[in-house]
């Protein structure tokens, strides 16, 4: 009775013996159910070497994962688009930024210079109406124009006056096909008159002018009205 109630008091017993052999087997039996708590255990041994060998396997199934094998993961990158970390799926991303932004420098550009043609062409109708109401109707169209040339110049806006503009027909180029009366920072024609009767002529006659030079704004001003909102025509193609 006193061993089995006191049992650590008697190590060197038959009972303490048979109490460690219990002991050890209950150890065992733990180890097999538990072996993440025995990691020095033969039984863990074991599993490590299982363990190594499942990732042998793995490697062998999954090249993508694992970079030494090089030749596998290459010829399988240059098939799809999944391998994000290889040089192939790199340069076609560096090529497809690069087209993104060049579209979008593209379409940036292309604003801004809508914005600035659209300046230019408020710009114009104000020296219009400047010209006319100090000046007034009945003047010859050369007056018109080199008046119309100073103010662009006060305003700091570049122009050329009475420009010749070539023309290609049939592969044959005409230095003298067309000759324009103002352009407007190489961007806006201007045609003025100074006519009572406006022509439904000139308006056809801008638009050639627009095709062949290659503009997408420009504008009629006859001088010979008395109010010239009636004489400004605005031509966008």
């Not at 940036?108 to 114009?124: A, H, Q, S, T, V």
Request: overall charge positive; glycine content about 6%.
């Amino acid at each position: 009775i006193l061993k089995e109630k006191s049992p650590q008091r008697h190590k060197g017993t038959k009972f303490q013996k048979e109490l460690k052999k219990r002991k050890r087997i209950d150890t065992k039996i733990l180890k097999e159910k538990s072996p993440q708590r025995h990691k020095g255990t033969k039984f863990q041994k074991e599993l490590k070497k299982r363990k190594r060998i499942d990732t042998k396997i793995l490697k062998e199934k999954s090249p993508q994962r694992h970079k030494e094998i090089k030749e596998r993961g290459r010829s399988i990158a240059t098939k799809t688009q999944r391998h994000k970390g290889t040089k192939f799926h790199k340069g076609e991303f560096q090529e497809n930024r690069s087209s993104v932004l060049l579209t979008f420098t593209i379409k940036i550009m292309d604003k801004e210079l809508n914005e600035y043609r659209e300046w230019l062409g408020k710009e114009i109708v104000d020296i219009a109406y400047h010209i006319h109401l100090q000046l007034g109707p009945g003047l010859l169209e050369g007056i018109y124009e080199r008046v119309f040339s100073y103010e662009l110049e006060k305003r700091e806006i570049p122009f050329e006056s009475q420009k010749k503009v070539p023309i290609i027909y049939d592969d044959v180029e005409f230095s003298d096909g067309l000759r324009l009366d103002l352009i407007v920072d190489n961007l806006v024609i201007v045609e003025l008159k100074a006519q009572e009767n406006s022509h439904p002529v000139w308006q056809a006659q801008l638009l050639s002018y627009l095709k062949l030079s290659d503009k997408k704004l420009g504008y009629i001003i006859n001088f010979s009205v008395p109010l010239i909102k009636d004489g400004i025509k605005r031509m966008v193609i």
